[in-house]
């Protein structure tokens, strides 16, 4: 069965970095698109970075672009976001998922059918 398992999640400073993981199986890696998302409490869950895995292309929310990286391991079946000077308001719990539902955008929340049990990042000020 498709499985998704986030890692990387940790307590760091403003300013620092982290990479996370989204170690996947169970379905064809390398021709999908991956999402990596973010909730903070109380707050709804947003798209932070995609990924093409099919032909490497990214997106990436304004907000994260020069700062975070989406990036893939065909050989690990793995998608990873380095996430660098990390900002207070970025601490959330960060999940990765697959989008099933083509059309609309990388952004859509309902298209992404699997989702990992996401891996928490607190940034302290």
């Known amino acids: 069965q498709v499985q998704l398992v986030e890692s990387g999640g940790d307590s760091v400073q403003a300013g620092g970095s982290l990479r996370l993981s989204c170690a996947a199986s169970?379905?064809?890696?390398?021709?999908?698109?991956m999402g990596w998302f973010r909730q903070a409490p109380g707050k709804g869950r947003e798209g932070v970075a995609g990924i093409d895995t099919g032909g490497s292309i990214v997106y990436y929310d304004d907000s994260v672009k020069g700062r975070f990286t989406i990036s893939q391991d065909n050989a690990k079946n793995t998608v990873y976001l380095q996430m660098n000077s990390l900002k207070p308001e970025e601490t959330a719990a960060y999940y990765c998922?697959?989008?099933?539902?083509?059309?609309?955008?990388?952004?859509?929340?309902?298209?992404?059918?699997?989702w990992g049990q996401g891996t928490q990042v607190t940034v302290s000020s």
């Open positions: 998922a697959i989008k099933f539902m083509p059309g609309g955008t990388w952004r859509d929340v309902y298209r992404y059918k699997y």
């Open positions: 169970g379905f064809t890696f390398d021709s999908n698109f």
